[in-house]
Antibody, heavy 120, light 109 residues
Framework: QVQLVESGGGVVQPGGSLRLSCAAS????????MHWVRQAPGKGLEWLAF????????YYADSVKGRYTVSRDNSKNTLYLQMNSLRPEDTAVYYC?????????????WGQGILVTVSS | QSALTQEASVSGTVGQKVTLSCTGN????????VAWYQQVSHGAPKTVMF??SLPSGIPDRFSASKSGTTASLTISGLQPEDEADYYC???????????FGGGTKLTVL
């Protein structure tokens, strides 16, 4: 079955950087677009980024545009999120998610999430 | 403020039918399919509907519909395990971004 496992979270100081990884298995990774979504403590879901199946196109939320970069290595079945210039308000659980096969821009499967804390 | 508008809370009794709504505009719900996500006790979300399709493993008491710029999720025969936060989402072509509703807290009485 589809599995998405995030890693790379932790505590980082304001202004710092962190790279999240998402290891994908159980499906043809090269065939699906992928998303990143986050949830701040006590808040709702916030979409962050989408990358097309081939990595040639990506979209970002305004809140992270210019600071975050989504990428993928299809040879390793792995999705990444490079986060720079981190702010305390970026503290959240970050989810990797797979697009629905026929509706790539919607989310079909979610990872378990990983916590990122931005604090001095 | 979320791009999609959902009720803050909805409640129902076991066995009842409840409907959650999600209102957007012609750039989002009016132009693309809608997905619904269930999140129990702030665990990882789970997709319960995309378009009119039920993902594998989701009970058929869940159904969805869309009319113009409003989407709805209906749960027929409410069960205690359906108590959760529910979020709607779609793509917004004017923003070139996915958008979420603020979430509806469903309480099963």
């Amino acid at each position: 079955q589809v599995q998405l496992v995030e890693s790379g979270g932790g505590v980082v100081q304001p202004g710092g950087s962190l790279r999240l990884s998402c290891a994908a298995s159980g499906f043809t990774f090269t065939g699906d677009g992928m998303h990143w979504v986050r949830q701040a403590p006590g808040k709702g879901l916030e979409w962050l980024a989408f990358i097309r199946y081939d990595g040639d196109m990506a979209y970002y939320a305004d809140s992270v545009k210019g600071r975050y970069t989504v990428s993928r290595d299809n040879s390793k079945n792995t999705l990444y999120l490079q986060m720079n210039s981190l702010r305390p308000e970026d503290t959240a659980v970050y989810y990797c998610a797979k697009g629905v096969t026929l509706y790539q821009l919607l989310i079909g499967t979610w990872g378990q999430g990983i916590l990122v804390t931005v604090s001095s | 403020q979320s791009a999609l508008t959902q009720e803050a809370s909805v409640s129902g009794t076991v066995g009842q039918k409840v409907t959650l709504s999600c209102t957007g505009n012609n750039n989002n719900i009016g132009s693309y399919g809608v997905a619904w996500y269930q999140q129990v006790s702030h665990g990882a979300p789970k997709t319960v509907m995309f378009g009119n399709s039920l993902p594998s493993g989701i009970p058929d008491r869940f159904s969805a519909s869309k009319s113009g710029t409003t989407a709805s999720l209906t749960i027929s025969g409410l069960q205690p395990e359906d108590e959760a936060d529910y979020y709607c989402s779609t793509w917004d072509y004017s923003l070139s971004a996915a958008v979420f509703g603020g979430g509806t807290k469903l309480t099963v009485l």
